[in-house]
């Protein structure tokens, strides 16, 4: 099965062929899509709501007074300049005579059909870029006015038979431009246009600098094509994409972007029936406007990230979102609901992952713990033990490795602890032992530990039963004193 949309709702400057197929034979063929895909469908079908989300943009990016942004909207006629001047009358009448004689293609507005004849001439300088000064040096003036009648005619014509120069049908497209009721870019889009140029990089405190800023002006600028009408749109693209090439061989042609754009902004940009008299505050402005046009061509044609997200969500999310700002909302507050999903999912990882690394830990600590037992007696070896005994439960991998014995405590030195030795002896030693509270396992006799295995832990141990074994170690330790006592006073 194929799915094919509408070519109604293809505009001439993209391709929004969408193709499902399972059939073998064509699966070989290149599938396209065009991201801009819904943008177009909701241009086409809601123009209204099109229009209101892409200005509210606009707005957000340049700073339009209320008549300037009425004027967009094309709710109030353009105020251009040089409108009520009477100087240069001359030059405006001239320029309006020129345009009286109407034809097919040249004089008239926009038309598909216009489009489609001048397309012929674009195709042709593409493939003759390397003409030395082409657009400045004119042509021949009887062969052009050859090929304007045959374009008002509608007739086909060989370009390539050799009977034109490039030079020639550049010139004729100029023409073709120059006899249009309006710019390309309209006159409703005349103050926003010189806005662009004044959106510049702020510096650490705040304050605008002089360096432009780029990004901002390649967003504002397809925000601004976006709300062209589609032949005005269509034909900009053709003609920006040939200039855009034209200058990429400039070492050829001598034809730079900022040459091109002084050949060309009066026609894609100024008002009509004005002069450059007119433009002198805002000239430099216009031309260098064109100039960035033409060497940022190639990312204007595309509408901007969340103009595509905002027109996909109005067809297949129950939440139209209108800028850039509530795009970023949208994307973190989507991350908050899938959060707790993604933490259950986490915690299954993290335990599957925590008793495999303990495994492999427990693994490890063993074969340390037997190669520092294999070590030869050594400082490293006795430090290494003490780091082991001190976290039993964590470093300690089990109890048949068997531990090196705690150093013993060294003995008193002093005078009066040699004294007692001497006149005493030993019972000193072990009324200190009997003042311990918790004995040694190692000491504990052979009864006290069956009865610790039985109840389980010294904890079980019941009170009668601990002071039994209390007394006995007392009497112990008493007869043991008077043996001492009784071989004193006998050598004595």
């Known amino acids: 099965y194929c799915i094919f949309f509408p070519l109604s709702l293809i505009p001439s400057d993209a391709i929004c062929n969408f193709v499902i197929c399972n059939d073998s034979s064509f699966r070989s063929q290149p599938i396209i899509f ?12 809601k123009p209204e709501v099109f229009t209101e989300l892409v200005v509210s943009n606009i707005t957000r990016l340049i700073d339009l007074p209320g008549a300037e942004l009425a004027q967009l909207m094309g709710e109030e006629d353009p105020k251009l300049p040089g409108a009520n001047s009477t100087a240069s009358g001359f030059f405006r009448s001239l320029m ?8 097919v293609v ?16 674009i195709e042709y300088l593409h493939k003759n870029l390397r003409a030395e000064g082409l657009f400045r040096v004119p042509g021949n003036s009887i062969r052009q006015q050859i090929l304007k009648d045959a374009l008002n005619s509608g007739t086909d014509i060989d370009l390539d038979s050799g009977e034109f120069h490039s030079n020639d049908v550049a010139t004729l497209l100029k023409m073709f431009l120059g006899e249009l009721p309006e710019p390309l870019l309209t006159h409703k889009h005349f103050h926003a246009h010189l806005k662009i140029a004044d959106l510049t990089l702020f510096d650490e405190k705040g ?30 693209k053709l003609l920006l994409d040939l200039l855009y090439q034209t200058a990429k061989k400039q070492d050829k042609n001598k034809m730079s972007a900022h040459n091109l754009a002084l050949m060309f902004a009066p026609h894609i940009l100024w008002p009509r029936n004005v002069t450059a008299n007119d433009l002198q505050e805002n000239i430099t402005k216009l031309n260098n406007g064109v100039t960035f046009m033409i060497k940022h061509s190639q990312k204007l044609f595309k509408a901007p990230v969340y103009i595509r997200e905002c027109a996909r969500l109005h067809y297949l999310g129950s939440r ?6 509530d795009l970023d909302l949208l994307t973190s507050s989507g991350s908050k609901e899938l959060q ?11 335990s599957c992952h925590q008793e495999e690394t303990q495994q492999r830990t427990e693994e490890a600590l063993k074969e340390l713990f037997r190669h520092v037992h294999n070590m030869p007696d050594s400082a490293k070896k006795k430090k290494l033990i003490r780091q082991f005994n001190k976290h039993p439960t964590a470093l300690t991998p089990g109890s048949d490795v068997p531990t090196s014995p705690a150093p013993r405590r060294a003995r008193s030195r002093s005078f009066s602890g040699l004294i007692k030795r001497k006149v005493l002896g030993t019972p000193v030693i072990l009324e200190r032992r009997s003042r311990d509270t918790t004995p040694e396992p190692a000491r504990v006799s052979k009864e006290n530990v069956q009865l610790l295995q039985k109840c389980g832990s010294p904890a079980h141990v019941s009170q009668a039963k601990l002071k039994t074994l ?13 043996l001492l006592l009784s071989k004193d006073s006998s050598s004595l």
């Open 207 to 236: 304050n605008k600098t002089s360096t432009p800023d780029k990004e901002r002006q390649i967003e504002a600028l397809q925000l601004l094509f976006l709300i062209l009408p589609a032949p005005n749109r269509s034909l900009l």
């Open 96 to 103: 309006s005579l020129k345009r009286k004689e109407k034809g």
């Open 320 to 325: 139209a979102h209108t800028s850039k700002d």
């Open 106 to 121: 040249f004089g008239s507005p926009l038309t598909e059909e216009g489009i489609a004849q001048v397309s012929q001439l």
């Open 470 to 482: 209390e007394g006995r170690k007392e009497e112990s330790c008493r007869r043991m004193r008077a």
């Open 340 to 350: 707790p999903l993604k933490s259950q999912k986490r915690s299954r990882l993290d």
């Open 34 to 45: 065009n991201p801009d895909f819904f943008v177009e469908k909701l241009r086409h079908e």
